[in-house]
């Protein structure tokens, strides 16, 4: 690796300072994190109420029905949980596995958005880094999705040159 970059096969490595130093902020909206509320409190309801009039009965199939309200339940905790993090060196998710992207490896980012509903499904971020792996990252603060959109500019006019 140090002999290609000595002669110059690989591409500059992309630097970049967000606004501030670093923005941090939620990765989804309070709509959509209400929304989750709802349909995972729905989904374990609706389950409790099958129990208590005996239309489910404990069994293998069973196992299935509680390993997949586990997992709605894993997926909620980490919606509520979930933020991203911009600083100088790497864009961060905490998800449910982290995700972590050093800014030097970014080869290709967009801003992807869903016009007049960002109080709902937060814009995200897709990325690719140089040697191909893909990350989407969500920002549902202004901030977050003002640092994408300058980022995904900056980003493209670095690979330009």
């Not at 096969?9 to 967000?18: E, I, M, Q, S």
């Not at 640092?147 to 670095?158: I, V, W």
């Amino acid at each position: 690796m140090i002999a290609l970059v000595a002669t110059g096969l690989t591409p500059d490595p992309f630097t970049y300072t967000p606004l501030g130093g670093k923005v941090e902020g939620q990765a989804f909206s309070r709509p959509f994190q209400m929304l989750a509320t709802l349909l995972v409190a729905g989904c374990f309801s609706w389950v409790l109420r099958l129990w208590l009039r005996d239309a489910i009965t404990w069994g293998p199939g069973m196992v299935w029905v509680v390993a997949g309200l586990a997992m709605m339940a894993w997926t909620w905790v980490c919606v509520l949980r979930s933020r991203t993090v911009i600083d100088g060196l790497v864009l961060q998710q905490r998800w449910i596995w982290n995700k972590r992207l050093a800014l030097g490896e970014l080869a290709y980012c967009k801003v992807i958005r869903m016009p007049g509903l960002d109080w709902l499904v937060a814009p995200r971020l897709y990325a690719r880094t140089l040697s191909g792996k893909f990350l989407v990252f969500y920002g549902a603060t202004p901030a977050l999705v003002a640092e994408f959109s300058r980022l995904s500019r900056e980003l493209a006019d670095f690979r330009r040159m």
